[in-house]
Nanobody
Framework: QVQVEESGPALGKPSQTLSLACIIT??????????WNWIRQPPGKGLEWMGA???????NYSPHLKGRLTISRGTSNNRFTLQVTAVTPEDTAVYYC????????????????WGQGTQVTVSS
């Protein structure tokens, strides 16, 4: 059974860097051909896709957030991280990580495993 779980601080201050981790059990971040995503939901708003890292280590980012995000996995097989620089109160949200099921020829079957989310509040 695949499980993903977010972890990180619940509070942040403006201008700081937010760092979150996603821990994977029952799967490997390097297994072909899955993508591993970060999504967030600000209060009262819809889900916002932030970015993803592919099974072979390539990171893709939302154009809206590109330049502030870094998604990486290091040498781990079951963990990937998100860093958001220069946070503001607008970065307050529930942050989710999720697995995206893809095939070798690029067919996307969608996000099939989600974490429960972690609330992050940015406030001075």
């Amino acid at each position: 059974q695949v499980q993903v779980e977010e972890s990180g601080p619940a509070l942040g201050k403006p201008s700081q860097t937010l760092s979150l981790a996603c821990i994977i059990t029952g799967d490997s971040i390097r297994r072909s051909f899955y993508y591993w995503n970060w999504i967030r939901q600000p209060p009262g708003k819809g889900l916002e896709w932030m970015g993803a890292i592919t099974w072979d280590g390539v990171a893709n980012y939302s154009p809206h957030l590109k330049g502030r995000l870094t998604i990486s996995r290091g040498t781990s097989n079951n963990r990937f991280t998100l860093q958001v620089t220069a946070v503001t109160p607008e970065d307050t949200a529930v942050y989710y990580c999720a697995r995206e099921d893809r095939t070798a020829d690029g067919v996307n079957y969608g996000l099939d495993y989600w974490g429960q989310g972690t609330q992050v509040t940015v406030s001075s």
